[in-house]
Structure formats: structure tokens, C-alpha cells
T-cell receptor, first 112, second 115 residues
Framework: SQQGEEDPQALSIQEGENATMNCSYKTSINNLQWYRQNSGRGLVHLILIRSNEREKHSGRLRVTLDTSKKSSSLLITASRAADTASYFCATGDTGTASKLTFGTGTRLQVTL | DTGVSQDPRHKITKRGQNVTFRCDPISEHNRLYWYRQTLGQGPEFLTYFQNEAQLEKSRLLSDRFSAERPKGSFSTLEIQRTEQGDSAMYLC?????????????FGEGSRLTVL
């Protein structure tokens, strides 16, 4: 089952614009991770934020986490056509911590 | 290439046939995961191994599905008596330690089409 949902389901922007994707989840978490998936390919890890962190940066990526609202956002600044992909959030819960549970994903299209 | 490799990348089979997928994780990773992904959805957890021990199985893993990791290295996922609803991408991932310590490294997936 999916842990939560990303919003929006699909996003289309022009190159150079910023893209913001939101993720909501349901249970208490240890950490939240964001992954990227090009069409028909495997997932690639982008960034991990722990439950005691509020914001994290990596290159053009900025992730925020609000555990009180059980939500996270991923901001991609100065988007490029190569950023076109699906983006998924995934959570490791505080229970068994045995696996990551993925959301439903945001499909990002960046046009020239 | 030292990443996670999956074989075959694509499999087309007729309903009722058995299929087997293989996953070779990153060599030093002790954890190995199988996920299933249908079109437009996120990956759904199927099962995971720590070394050779299968520690958790999802309810999605019906009795037609079996996964093994005999020597704590590569893993196989077998689906018996395939059904059209089994059509999906089957993703394998590995990690060093648990999900609370770091990321999963995914293979490129095995796409199954059941006719």
C-alpha cells in the first residue's frame, strides 16, 4: 500500500522555472527520502531528510519536512529539460524500519 | 558496472506460465528488497532479505510468488501460474544497513507482460 500522496500528480513547467512538489504521509517516520525515476527506468535516490531536520539542500534541490503536518516538499530550482521525470517521496517508519514506503509520485515535464 | 542488475529486463509470457526474475545486488549490501510498480503508481513493497533471511513479506505476495536469496548474494523472484494482473515492473533494490541509515539502490527493473 502507498504511504501517502504527492501533489500535484503532474506538473508542467518551462526550463528555468522552479518546480515544487509536495508529499503527505500517514505514520510517524524516522526519515523521508526523495527519489527520481526516468520513464521505464529504476529509481535514483536524491536526498534524505531525518525526522529531526526541517530543511536540507543538495545542489538545486531543497527539501523541507514538517512532521507536525506529516508533509514534505521538494523544490527544484532553475529546472532543466533533463529534470523531466517522476519524483517519489518515501518514508521509513519508526516501527520495524524494515522498508521504505513510497508515495504515488509527481510527474514533472520541463519544456524548452 | 557495480550497481544493482536485474535480468531479464523484459519478459512477455502467456497466462498460466511461470516466470523467474533475478537480481544481483551491490556486492557488499546485506539487504535486498523487491518492489512491484504498475503504470502511474509508486513502487509497492513485496519482500526483503537481510543476508539470506527473508524477514518480511507483504500481503501482495500471494502464494504464487516466492522469493529466495540462497547465499545472501543474488535473489530470485518466481511467479507461478501468472495472471494478467501480475503485469508490472518488478524492481529490486539493495542497501547497506536499514532504511533508517541510508538510501536504497535500485536496479533498472524487470518488466513483465502477461498476455
Amino acid at each position: 500500500s502507498q504511504q501517502g500522496e504527492e501533489d500535484p500528480q503532474a506538473l508542467s513547467i518551462q526550463e528555468g522555472e522552479n518546480a515544487t512538489m509536495n508529499c503527505s504521509y500517514k505514520t510517524s517516520i524516522n526519515n523521508l527520502q526523495w527519489y527520481r525515476q526516468n520513464s521505464g527506468r529504476g529509481l535514483v535516490h536524491l536526498i534524505l531528510i531525518r525526522s529531526n531536520e526541517r530543511e536540507k539542500h543538495s545542489g538545486r534541490l531543497r527539501v523541507t519536512l514538517d512532521t507536525s503536518k506529516k508533509s514534505s516538499s521538494l523544490l527544484i530550482t532553475a529546472s532543466r529539460a533533463a529534470d523531466t521525470a517522476s519524483y517519489f517521496c518515501a518514508t521509513g517508519d519508526t516501527g520495524t524500519a524494515s522498508k521504505l514506503t513510497f508515495g504515488t509520485g509527481t510527474r514533472l515535464q520541463v519544456t524548452l | 558496472d557495480t550497481g544493482v542488475s536485474q535480468d531479464p529486463r523484459h519478459k512477455i509470457t502467456k497466462r498460466g506460465q511461470n516466470v523467474t526474475f533475478r537480481c544481483d545486488p551491490i556486492s557488499e549490501h546485506n539487504r535486498l528488497y523487491w518492489y512491484r510498480q504498475t503504470l502511474g503508481q509508486g513502487p509497492e513493497f513485496l519482500t526483503y532479505f537481510q543476508n539470506e533471511a527473508q524477514l518480511e513479506k507483504s500481503r501482495l505476495l500471494s502464494d504464487r510468488f516466492s522469493a529466495e536469496r540462497p547465499k545472501g548474494s543474488f535473489s530470485t523472484l518466481e511467479i507461478q501460474r501468472t495472471e494478467q494482473g501480475d503485469s508490472a515492473m518488478y524492481l529490486c533494490a539493495s542497501s547497506l544497513g536499514g532504511v533508517n541509515t541510508g538510501e536504497l539502490f535500485f536496479g533498472e527493473g524487470s518488466r513483465l507482460t502477461v498476455l
